[in-house]
């Protein structure tokens, strides 16, 4: 029983405070027996010697004064009893919750409404389980999502092998099948490497190596390494970079352009265009990535930076929804920013903001 009362704030509370008006009125009587001629004196003023009954009714008024203290004791100690109950049973009942969400399940809620201490707990409480909540769906979402990515090259990597083991497979089949096998490998090999990336990246607050070097320069340089793509989809280039010396991490952000231009070249159709800009600020470069493809719809919107997340749900577009989570990951890092300027069927613009220093917001 005392172990349990230890462990309980309303009984610690309770038994300070009687504890404390246990003191106070032993401290009163003691104080009151020091001087207690003084007492008696202020009790009967004229007179000098007393007889029995003086003595008796300052006994009774003794007595009278100890009993009210008493019943002030015995009133006080149940008004703070209850108080500290009101007090301790929503703290019992957030505890209760708490063995809940400790097992697994985020499907609960603090039902209590107050400005006070225990109030501001239950609010910030509600904002954590929806935000664990939030995590779970997630979590739930990268396994499928990984299991998908992996398990659909490899059922197709094994599917073909086993057609490469009829010996009276036509030399062309074979060739065919052997292509499919090599571009579902780099397939696999990307996957692999990306999710290595963004682990790395997710680890990482700050940019590793800092040097200074020509950011239009640099973009220039990707839209060559990826000439290949746009030209066999015969898209046209508007380019329009002012001249901007950044100092930064420069592999680091060289994968943003690789990965947003990338997807403008995968989204845009046959024939279109794309447009990369950018505006040297005096803390900031602005560039705005643009393209005339089938846009991004406002739903995809607030789920495109996340991992494994594809708006094309046929997956008729080659990807593994990491790129955009990387770059997102990225420019975080860099203290910078992006968003999304879109129109459904109009294309869709990606603005990257980024310091011109690292460490500068």
Known sequence: ???????????????????????????????????????????????????????????????????TLMICIIIGSILMFSATKAISKPIKYISSVTKEVSKGNFDVHIDYESDDEIGTLAKNFNLMIIELQNMEYLRKDFISNVSHEFKTPISSIQGFVEMLKNKDLPADKRDTYLDIIIEETERLSKLSSNMLRISRLDNQSIPNKITEFALDEQIRKIIV???????????????????????????????IWINIIENAIKFSEIGGKIYIQSKDMEEEVVVKISDTGIGISEESKKRVFEKFYQGDTTHSKKGNGLGLAIVKRIIEICNGQIYIEDCVGGGTTFVIRLPKQVGEA
């Open 225 to 255: 390494l990826l000439e290949d793509k746009w030209t066999q989809k015969n898209i046209e280039l508007d380019i329009n970079l002012e001249k901007v010396k950044f100092k930064g991490d420069e592999d680091l952000v060289g994968q």
């Open 1 to 67: 029983m005392i172990r349990k009362y230890r462990k309980s704030i309303r009984a610690k509370f309770a038994l300070t405070f009687i504890g404390i008006l246990c003191l106070a009125c032993i401290a009163s009587f003691a104080l009151m027996h020091m001087v207690q001629f003084d007492f008696v004196k202020s009790l009967f003023p004229n007179g000098t010697s007393y007889t029995n009954e003086q003595v008796y009714v300052i006994h009774q008024k003794s007595i009278i004064i100890m009993a």
